[in-house]
């Protein structure tokens, strides 16, 4: 790893103020659990580390009824998976933090630089976008609100700028009638998924789909949603049958990049069995939560 | 240019100068000598380097250790009770829980941090907590049950 000068702000403002100061020269480290590698292979080598990991500013998780979640983004996974508040409002986010890498890195890790690092296998955005979120990203002149679906800009590429710290994590109150799970494929426990699926219904009066959203992670270069396939579900009575046509038509919306785990064509195929399985968990829960 | 590291380590208080892209591991091991805990893939893909830092089991490979200033690690040297074994340190022993060694202290770890946060777990609940830990001997069947038996054992001792 190359040397660099260690600046550890106290405040979002510092931390604005310096990032203003040094833009290009400098990269922002929270958890670290992917940057550090990236700074030991020598992929960067930045003349500035912003040290936001301790930015107490930051660290929260809040809720109400008619705003919804916000989550500061130096909020580790481990505080996320064992919030009450979570479980009890968005528990398809503890059911995904619970399985996001290991104990070791979820107790380091956060939530907001998971995002940034934006690797298209990362476990958080999927989920996130089949629950409509968004993102605050602020620069020293103020904060902009952006969604998840366009955070991404290309393999582990955002639309932070340079000057810019993502702040929060926003998500909508998750309106009635509605179920969502995310199931992902890997190997062992503890791996980074090779695909995964988030999958949201929300049910009107007579059980019918009146909304559905599919987020999709590792089939493209950045997080997806198959939009396709989801205004197939929207107005209709979900079946198995539609599931399946869906979920083919879901798998059709991806452009995965081929890796040394699988092929772009596995991933293609697997997506499909998952966008499948996450549909019919998610219909059981919209299904029990509308009765 | 070297920065000044404020670091409780096994209740020893630390003040080191450090270079700031030096790691948790590195401190540790290089600066010092507290070998117990093993650098192997130093990529936090094995768990092997595990510490406690207030309380929380981290890949000390992949924490900067500026990063701990002001917080309190635990590492396998600090867990016994001077000569005495931690509990789960003899459970490993008496159960074989181990080969070449390399993993056990961040095995260790790892199951200290489970029961100390939960200390009656399922057996499913801890092959989940030691799921980023890889023992590249043999199996993990008897660190399971080796962590199984010292939680039942602390139990009884709480009673």
């Known amino acids: 790893m190359r040397d660099f000068e260690y600046i550890a702000p106290k405040t979002v403002k510092e931390t604005l103020d310096v990032l203003d100061e040094y833009q290009e020269d400098c990269k922002i480290i929270a958890g670290g659990q992917s940057l550090l590698n990236i700074l030991k292979q020598g992929l960067m080598a930045p003349e500035y580390i912003i040290d936001i990991k301790n930015l107490e500013e930051l660290n929260y998780i809040k809720f109400d009824e008619k705003d919804g979640l916000k989550i500061g983004a130096t909020t580790t996974h481990r505080s996320v998976e064992f919030s009450d508040t979570i479980k009890e409002h968005y528990n398809v986010l503890s059911e995904m933090e619970r399985h996001l890498?290991?104990?070791?890195?979820?107790?380091?890790?956060?939530?907001?630089?998971?995002?940034?690092?934006?690797?298209?296998?990362?476990?958080?955005?999927?989920?996130?976008?089949?629950?409509?979120?968004?993102?605050?990203?602020?620069?020293?002149?103020?904060?902009?609100?952006?969604?998840?679906?366009?955070?991404?800009?290309?393999?582990?590429?955002?639309v932070v700028g340079p000057n810019e710290l993502l702040t929060e994590i926003r998500v909508p109150v998750i309106p009635s009638n509605t179920g969502i799970a995310?199931?992902?494929?890997?190997?062992?426990?503890?791996?980074?998924?090779?695909?995964?699926?988030?999958?949201?219904?929300?049910?009107?009066?007579?059980g019918a789909c009146k909304k559905?959203?599919?987020?999709?992670?590792?089939?493209?270069?950045?997080?997806?949603?198959?939009?396709?396939?989801?205004?197939?579900?929207?107005?209709?009575?979900?079946?198995?049958?539609?599931?399946?046509?869906?979920?083919?038509?879901?798998?059709?919306?991806?452009?995965?990049?081929?890796?040394?785990?699988?092929?772009?064509?596995?991933?293609?195929r697997v997506i499909g069995v998952y966008v499948k399985r996450a549909a019919k968990l998610a219909l059981t829960r919209a299904e029990k939560a509308a009765n | 240019m070297k920065k000044i590291l404020n670091v409780t380590i096994n209740g020893t208080p630390y003040e080191i100068a450090i270079k700031p892209k030096t790691t948790l591991v590195e401190v540790l091991r290089n600066e010092l000598n507290l070998t117990g805990t093993k650098r192997s893939c130093n990529a936090g893909g094995c768990s092997s380097c595990?510490?406690?830092?207030?309380?929380?089991?981290?890949?000390?490979?992949?924490?900067?250790?500026?990063?701990?200033?002001?917080?309190?690690?635990?590492?396998?040297?600090?867990?016994?009770?001077?000569?005495?074994?931690?509990?789960?340190?003899?459970?490993?022993?008496?159960?074989?829980?181990?080969?070449?060694?390399?993993?056990?202290?961040?095995?260790?770890?790892?199951?200290?941090?489970?029961?100390?946060?939960?200390?009656?777990?399922?057996?499913?609940?801890?092959?989940?907590?030691?799921?980023?830990?890889?023992?590249?001997?043999?199996?993990?069947?008897?660190?399971?049950?080796?962590?199984?038996?010292?939680?039942?054992?602390?139990?009884?001792?709480?009673?």
């Open chain 1, 212 to 268: 559905a959203r599919i987020g999709m992670g590792g089939v493209a270069p950045i997080p997806i949603r198959a939009e396709k396939a989801e205004k197939m579900f929207e107005g209709e009575k979900i079946t198995d049958t539609l599931i399946e046509e869906a979920a083919k038509v879901a798998s059709e919306e991806t452009t995965p990049i081929p890796d040394i785990v699988a092929s772009a064509e596995y991933k293609k």
């Open chain 1, 101 to 158: 890498a290991t104990v070791q890195i979820r107790n380091w890790g956060t939530i907001g630089g998971n995002l940034c690092i934006a690797d298209p296998t990362g476990d958080v955005a999927p989920p996130l976008l089949a629950m409509d979120a968004t993102v605050i990203i602020a620069n020293k002149d103020g904060e902009r609100e952006v969604t998840v679906l366009d955070f991404g800009v290309d393999y582990y590429e955002t």
């Open chain 2, 50 to 159: 595990s510490v406690l830092v207030d309380g929380k089991v981290v890949n000390s490979c992949s924490v900067l250790a500026l990063q701990v200033d002001g917080k309190e690690v635990t590492t396998i040297e600090g867990i016994a009770d001077g000569a005495k074994l931690h509990p789960l340190q003899q459970a490993f022993l008496e159960h074989g829980a181990y080969q070449c060694g390399y993993c056990t202290p961040g095995m260790i770890i790892a199951g200290k941090a489970l029961l100390d946060e939960n200390p009656n777990p399922t057996k499913q609940e801890v092959k989940e907590a030691i799921a980023g830990n890889l023992c590249r001997c043999t199996g993990y069947v008897r660190i399971v049950d080796a962590i199984l038996a010292t939680a039942k054992k602390l139990q009884e001792e709480a009673k």
């Open chain 1, 182 to 206: 995310y199931l992902k494929y890997r190997i062992v426990e503890g791996d980074a998924p090779i695909v995964g699926a988030a999958v949201a219904f929300t049910l009107n009066e007579k």
